[in-house]
C-alpha cells in the first residue's frame, strides 16, 4: 500500500488563537506585533484587517494609518511554536505520525488510518468540523507526497483528495510557489513566464539546476515522489505501540477495561512472538476535550502476560478522568527486553527468585502499595553494622561479598542507637549493669568487646566497642562504647540491638 | 455440616460392622477422618518435613509440624518480640532448605538481615515489604499466602480479627504456603484462626561451668493452643547444628531449686 500523507493549513494561526481567548476581537480588526530593528512590525493580522489592506511585515505606524481603530496585540516569541506543537499532539489521534510543518501547518502520515473514519474524504471532513468547532479555519489536502499534499493545501482551491497515483499530472497546473521554494527563486521564475509547474517539468534538469539551484529539482523530485522525504514526528512512534480508536466516546469503566484488555493482547502477542516481555507500559486516553491522561506501571521481570498486566493496570484505572469521554486510547511499551524462557516446571512446587509468580506477585503489591515500599538486602563489604548491607535493586541480582560468617549480630536492631546508663568496671571489661527505659538490667554473661572501626574515608568519628551481654531474665542485648574509655566527654554507652 | 456428621455417622456404623474393633480404635479412626476436614493434610510419605525437635512436634496431631497453615506468635516486649524473630527465622530456615524465597512484611521492620544468616536462611532470599498502614500489611499478607511456590509469609500484625485471619487461613489451604503471624496486639489479645498459638521467651544461656562468654540462644517454647493438639512448654536451644530441646524442667523450677539449695 502507498504511502498517504495529509497536509493541514491554519490560514490564520496566530489570530484565531487570539480570537478563541478573547471573543470581543472577533468583530474588530487587529494584528499582532513584534520589535524589529527599533520599530513594531505586524508579524499577524485577521481576516478583517487584511481585507483593509494591512499585509505582513508593514510597520505598525502605517497600518494604524490604514486602519485607525486597529487593535495591536503583542506577539511574544515562540509562542507560536507552543501553539503548533500543542495542536500537533492533538492531532494524534487521527494518526500516529504527526509533524511540525513551521510556522502554520501540519504534516499527518496517515497512511492506513482514513477507512477508521469511513473513507479518506469523511477523515478531512472530520478534522475540518472539528477545528472549526474549537475556533481554528484549515484547510486540508491529503496526496500520496507530503510535497504534494502541501501545495494541495495551499493552493488547490477546492481539490482535497489527490487520488493514489494522480498527483502527478494535478500537480502541474499549480503555480511554482506550491514547491515550498524561497522568495528569491520565485520572483526569478515569476520574472523569466514560469507562471505554472509543468512549464518546469519539460525543462532540461541540467538547466533548472544552472539557473535556479539544486534545491528547486529536489522540491520537485519530493512534490513529484521521485525523492524520499521524511518527518520529524512530535512525538516518536514507539515499535510497541498499539491503538484503539472509538467512534463513539468512551467514558465508563466497563468501557476502558475492554478497550485495555484488547490493547494489551494485541500486544501481548506481539511480544511473544518475538519472545520479548515488556517492563514498562503506559496506557494512555485522549478525551474529547483535548486532555490526554496517562498511568503507567512497570514489572520486575519482562512480562507478556495479558491476565498479569491487565490485573496491575486495572489497579489505576480509577485515577484516570474520562471527562466527557475519551476517543483513543493508546498502549505503549517503551521499555521491552529479551524474556527469560520458563523455567519453573522443572522445580514445580518451589518458588525460586527468578520465578515469575514471585515476581507477579511482587508487581502487584508495588502498584498497590508504590514504590520503596519492597526490599531485598545483599551483603555489603562494610563491617560497620548500618552500612553492612545494600539494598537489591533487581530480584535477579547478586554479588560477590559474603554475609559475616563468624560474627554474631542481633536478629533485631535499632534503627539509631539509643543512650543507656552504664555502670563498668575498669577499661574494656562488659558493663555490670545498665538502665534502659527506665529499667535496670543486671548484666550476668557478657561477651566481647568486638571493636568496629568507623570507616575514616566514608565519615569521621569514633570506633565503638560492642559487647554481647545477658541480663539475669536471659535477655541478650547489644550494646556499645563509643570512644575509648575515658576520654573527655567521657564514655558513652548505646544500645543498639537485641538478640533472639 | 450435617451432611458431614451424617457422613461421619455412617462411617462409625460401617466401622461397627465389619470389624469389632475396640472403641479406642474408632475415635483414632474418626480423628484422622475429621483432621483433614479442619485444614489439615495427611503428612506425604516421603517429603516428611521435620523442625528436628520432636518433643515440640509431638504436640501437634500426627506428630508433625502443620505446614500449609497459618501460625500465630505472640511477644509481650521487645525482648520477647526478638526471641520471637529468632525462632521463628529458625523454623522458616528449615521450611525455605536451600533455594526457597520467603516473605516478611511489616510496618517498622526491625529485623537486621545479616542474623538471618545464622538461623539457615539466606538473607538475599528474603523479601522485606514495609507497608505505611496497617490495612495494607494485611492485604499484602494476603496476596502472598496466595503466591504458590512460597516457603513462608511473615507478617507483623497489629490487631487482627477472626474473619479477617479467616482469610489467611483459607489463602493458605488453598496455596500451601506456611503463614506466621507475628501478632503485637493493642488491645486485648482476639481469636485468631491458626493452628497453633505461640509464645517465645528468652531464657539464660548455659554455658559449661566456668567458661565465660554467652551461650546459644535459648527459649522457653511455649504453645498456648494447638488445634487437635496437647498445649506445652519446652526449653530450646538453636545451634548451628539445629534446634535442640533440653530435657531439663523449665526455668522458674531451677530457679525455685537452686534457692531451695541455698
Known amino acids: 500500500m502507498g504511502r498517504r500523507y495529509v497536509s493541514i493549513w491554519f490560514r490564520h494561526l496566530m489570530t484565531d488563537w487570539c480570537t478563541i481567548r478573547r471573543p470581543e476581537l472577533k468583530h474588530i480588526p487587529f494584528v499582532l506585533v513584534v520589535p524589529l530593528r527599533g520599530r513594531m512590525v505586524v508579524t499577524a493580522a485577521c481576516p478583517l484587517a487584511t481585507s483593509q489592506g494591512i499585509v505582513l511585515g508593514m510597520p505598525v505606524t502605517d497600518a494604524r494609518a490604514l486602519v485607525p481603530l486597529l487593535e495591536v496585540i503583542n506577539d511574544r516569541p515562540g509562542q507560536g511554536e507552543r501553539l503548533l506543537k500543542a495542536l500537533a499532539e492533538w492531532f494524534i489521534r487521527y494518526a500516529p505520525l504527526v509533524a511540525m510543518d513551521a510556522p502554520d501547518g501540519l504534516i499527518l502520515d496517515a497512511t492506513g488510518c482514513p477507512h477508521l473514519w469511513n473513507g479518506e474524504s469523511s477523515y478531512l471532513q472530520e478534522m475540518e468540523t472539528r477545528m472549526e468547532a474549537a475556533g481554528y479555519r484549515i484547510s486540508t489536502a491529503m496526496a500520496d507526497t507530503i510535497g504534494a499534499a502541501w501545495a494541495f493545501a495551499r493552493y488547490g482551491k477546492d481539490i482535497k483528495i489527490i487520488a493514489q497515483g494522480a498527483h502527478l499530472h494535478t500537480l502541474s497546473s499549480l503555480p511554482p510557489v506550491a514547491l515550498r521554494l524561497e522568495t528569491s527563486v520565485l520572483e526569478r521564475l515569476q520574472k523569466l513566464g514560469l507562471y505554472k509547474i509543468e512549464s518546469l517539468l519539460s525543462m532540461p534538469r541540467a538547466a533548472l539546476r544552472r539557473r535556479f539551484g539544486q534545491t528547486l529539482l529536489d522540491r520537485l523530485d519530493q512534490a513529484m515522489g521521485r525523492q524520499e522525504e521524511f518527518l520529524e514526528p512530535v512525538r516518536p512512534v514507539l515499535q510497541w505501540e498499539e491503538r484503539l480508536p472509538c467512534l463513539e466516546p468512551i467514558s465508563t469503566r466497563t468501557g476502558i477495561e ?169 577499661p574494656d571489661y562488659p558493663p555490670m549493669l545498665f538502665r534502659y527505659k527506665g529499667k535496670i538490667h543486671r548484666v550476668k554473661k557478657a561477651d566481647g568487646p568486638e571493636r568496629i572501626e568507623r570507616e575514616w574515608w566514608l565519615d569521621s568519628g569514633q570506633h565503638r566497642d560492642y559487647y554481647t551481654v545477658e541480663d539475669e531474665d536471659g535477655c541478650r542485648y547489644w550494646l556499645f562504647r563509643s570512644g575509648h574509655y575515658g576520654d573527655d566527654q567521657g564514655s558513652r554507652w548505646f544500645i543498639h540491638g537485641f538478640f533472639a | 455440616m450435617v451432611s458431614e456428621c451424617a457422613c461421619v455417622t455412617k462411617k462409625i456404623s460401617i466401622f461397627t460392622a465389619l470389624m469389632p474393633s475396640t472403641k479406642h480404635d474408632i475415635i483414632r479412626q474418626l480423628e484422622k477422618e475429621i483432621l483433614p476436614l479442619q485444614g489439615y493434610k495427611p503428612p506425604t510419605p516421603g517429603g516428611q518435613f521435620s523442625l528436628g525437635m520432636r518433643p515440640v512436634e509431638e504436640a501437634f496431631p500426627n506428630g508433625v509440624f502443620p505446614t500449609g497453615a497459618m501460625h500465630e506468635f505472640l511477644a509481650a516486649n521487645q525482648e520477647e518480640a526478638a526471641a520471637r524473630s529468632g525462632f521463628t527465622a529458625a523454623v522458616v530456615g528449615k521450611l525455605m532448605q536451600d533455594c526457597g524465597v520467603c516473605v516478611w512484611i511489616g510496618r517498622k521492620m526491625e529485623v537486621f538481615p545479616p542474623a538471618l544468616a545464622q538461623y539457615g536462611i539466606g538473607p538475599e532470599r528474603v523479601i522485606f515489604i514495609t507497608p505505611s498502614s496497617e490495612a495494607q500489611v494485611i492485604w499484602a499478607m494476603e496476596e502472598a499466602l496466595k503466591c504458590e511456590g512460597l516457603a513462608a509469609v511473615i507478617g507483623h500484625v497489629r490487631d487482627i480479627d477472626l474473619t479477617t485471619s479467616r482469610r489467611l487461613q483459607l489463602a493458605v489451604e488453598q496455596s500451601r504456603v506456611t503463614g506466621f503471624i507475628l501478632h503485637e496486639p493493642s488491645r486485648q489479645v482476639a481469636l485468631v484462626a491458626a493452628v497453633a498459638r505461640w509464645r517465645i521467651k528468652p531464657l539464660p544461656s548455659a554455658l559449661e561451668d566456668g567458661l565465660p562468654g554467652v551461650g546459644f540462644p535459648r527459649w522457653q517454647v511455649e504453645l498456648l493452643k494447638v488445634r487437635n493438639g496437647r498445649p506445652g512448654k519446652w526449653v530450646v536451644e538453636w545451634s548451628a547444628r539445629g534446634f535442640h530441646v533440653v530435657s531439663q524442667p523449665v526455668l522458674t523450677e531451677t530457679k525455685e531449686q537452686k534457692r531451695k539449695v541455698v
Open chain 1, 258 to 426: 475492554i478497550a485495555l484488555h484488547r490493547l494489551l493482547e494485541a500486544v501481548c502477542v506481539k511480544l511473544s512472538r518475538v519472545g520479548k516481555g515488556l517492563r514498562k507500559a503506559i496506557f494512555q486516553t485522549y478525551r474529547i476535550d483535548g486532555r490526554i491522561e496517562n498511568i503507567e506501571i512497570g514489572t520486575n521481570r519482562p512480562s507478556h502476560h495479558t491476565a498479569h498486566l491487565f490485573r496491575l493496570l486495572e489497579e489505576k484505572i480509577g485515577t484516570l478522568d474520562p471527562g466527557p469521554g475519551i476517543e483513543l486510547f493508546i498502549l505503549q511499551a517503551p521499555h521491552v527486553e529479551d524474556s527469560l524462557p520458563e523455567q519453573e516446571r522443572l522445580w514445580a512446587g518451589v518458588c525460586r527468585l527468578d520465578d515469575a509468580r514471585l515476581s507477579e506477585l511482587l508487581d502487584r503489591l508495588t502498584v498497590k502499595l508504590g514504590p520503596g515500599c519492597i526490599h531485598r538486602y545483599l551483603p555489603a563489604e562494610h563491617f560497620w553494622p548500618e552500612r553492612s548491607v545494600q539494598k537489591a535493586i533487581t530480584l535477579q541480582e547478586s554479588t560477590t561479598a559474603e554475609w559475616l560468617a563468624g560474627r554474631i549480630r542481633p536478629v533485631h536492631l535499632l534503627r539509631t542507637p539509643e543512650r543507656v546508663e552504664v555502670s563498668a568496671p575498669i
